[in-house]
């Protein structure tokens, strides 16, 4: 196989997924590599994938099935992200592909790109206790709104999840080279950050936690608008509610997990808090910062669940009525404790949850977005619309605003709410303020 000239890089995970996919696509732009456009063959590609529910781990295959060319020839392909870390040995064997890489390990992937080039399979899947971010180039352009990790791994170890396996220990960036990054994403271009981490508030540093460092970021002119995620309700601090109340950039929008509303599924899910006391969280938050929009997750169908039990999340979610929220049915993880609990719940029992569930979620999330039709606010605009002339962005809440405009991607425009659906809401410009 001779040396890749251009790259693609597909990203299949969460947040923190994507941001490495950013990484390692700047990684290999600084060996002199370019992106493939869209529709052009790459040299190499990388998928990023991500192993926290079975059929996210089934799509590695498949995508890899689906790279190989009429002729019978194919990229060269590099397998990253969470899967290559849990079953990477297994996918070299399986699925023939030239290069393996952990998220801990990805700084080396231009060497193992050209270890797999001599025709070597390449795999690489340490956690080395050398912080993989001092290896990677500076910033160049991004999106106006960035992502910026600060936090990676869990030492939580939900009985359920595959993360503390995947991600390795809770391990926080130093606050010196996440504000230099937060710096360098402003000259890049950015005007909305967010702070990620598999337990962002759980960020520390001699000291400081992530109210410190969000309180700090807040300096930086060119950004507008700072937001963090997820977070883990027992790493809900006092000073951290504070800055919600305190600094204007923070954006009125939490995610914060619950999983479910009964205290023994959450118990038996090792989570470590009760709905009672994650609710009165949110009293405090609520009380800090009237206006924000709250976001959970959901997993239905855990080992052992009862009716009863499942009726204690549909509890739980009409009196915090989310803005927003992602809910997932029970998948069971290879390696990971509930996986080999008795009383799996069947199939047809848990889909029919997930559907009242999603019902009860999509009802709420349309009534918070219908009232806030009538609202002047800002949005940050991220992109062009499907209609000629039309604008989309985001509005402090985290709802998608499309509006016709003459504004740029990346100004902060003023809009007024007039009309809302589940997923999105119309505005009408008022005033422009230039990036
Ligand atoms: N650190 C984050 C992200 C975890 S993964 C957090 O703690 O929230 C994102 C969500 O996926 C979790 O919150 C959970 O709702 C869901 N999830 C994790 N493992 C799962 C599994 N085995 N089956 C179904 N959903 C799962
Ligand atoms: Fe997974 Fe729980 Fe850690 Fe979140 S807190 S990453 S759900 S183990
Ligand atoms: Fe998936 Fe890994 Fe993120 S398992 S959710 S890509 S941390």
Redesign the pocket.
């Known amino acids: 196989m001779t040396s890749p000239r251009t790259f693609k890089v597909q990203s299949f995970g969460?947040q923190m997924n994507v941001y490495d996919g950013e990484r390692m696509g700047e990684l290999l732009a600084a060996e002199g590599m370019r992106a493939a456009g869209d529709g052009e063959a790459a040299d190499l590609v990388v998928l990023n994938t991500c192993h926290?529910?079975e059929k996210a781990t089934e799509k590695v295959y498949s995508e890899i099935g689906r790279l190989k060319r009429p002729d019978g020839s194919r990229p060269m392909v590099a397998v990253a992200g969470c899967v290559a870390q849990a079953e990477g040995a297994e996918i070299a064997r399986r699925a023939k592909v030239d290069v393996v890489v952990g998220p801990q390990a990805y700084h080396n992937l231009p060497a193992l790109v050209a270890k797999a080039a001599s025709g070597t399979v390449a795999l690489d899947t340490d956690m080395p206790a050398a912080s993989k971010f001092g290896a990677l180039p500076a910033r160049r352009k991004v999106a106006p709104s960035a992502f910026l990790t600060v936090q990676e791994g869990?030492d939580?170890f939900?009985t359920?999840?595959?993360?503390p396996y995947t991600r390795g220990a809770e391990v926080s960036r130093p606050f010196s080279a996440i504000f230099d990054e937060a710096k360098a994403l402003a000259d890049a271009g950015a005007r909305e950050l967010t702070l990620l981490?598999?337990?962002v508030n759980a960020w520390a540093d001699e000291g400081r936690g992530l109210h410190d460092l969000i309180e700090a970021i807040a300096t930086i002119p060119a950004i507008a608008r700072i937001r963090y995620t997820?977070?883990?309700p027992n790493d809900m601090t006092d000073g951290l509610i504070a800055v919600h109340r305190d600094v204007d950039k923070l954006m009125p929008y939490l995610?914060l997990?619950v999983?479910a509303g009964s205290d023994r599924v959450l118990k038996a899910m090792n989570r470590s808090h009760t709905a009672s006391s994650y609710l009165r969280i949110l009293e405090k938050v609520r009380a800090a910062r009237p206006d924000i929009a709250l976001s959970g997750?959901?997993?239905v169908g855990f080992p052992g669940e009862t009716d009863a039990e499942f009726e204690e999340t549909l509890k739980l979610v009409d009196e915090v009525r989310y803005a927003q929220a992602?809910?997932?049915?029970?998948?069971?993880?290879p390696g990971?404790p509930?996986a080999d609990m008795a009383e799996q719940i069947a199939p047809a029992v848990a889909d029919e949850r997930l559907q009242r569930l999603q019902a009860l979620l999509n009802a709420h999330q349309t009534a918070f977005n219908c009232a806030s039709i009538g609202r002047r606010t800002e949005v940050l605009v991220e992109r062009q619309g499907r209609k000629p002339g039309q604008m989309l962005g985001k509005s402090p809440w985290l709802q998608s605003v499309h509006f016709e405009s003459a504004a740029k991607i990346g100004d902060i425009v003023e809009v007024e709410l007039v009309s809302a659906g589940p997923n999105s809401l119309a505005g009408t410009e008022l005033v422009r303020s230039a990036a």
């Open positions: 969460c926290i529910r869990c939580k939900c359920y999840c595959v993360v981490g598999q337990n997820t977070s883990h995610h997990p999983q997750d959901f997993i992602f809910s997932f049915k029970y998948s069971p993880r990971t509930a």
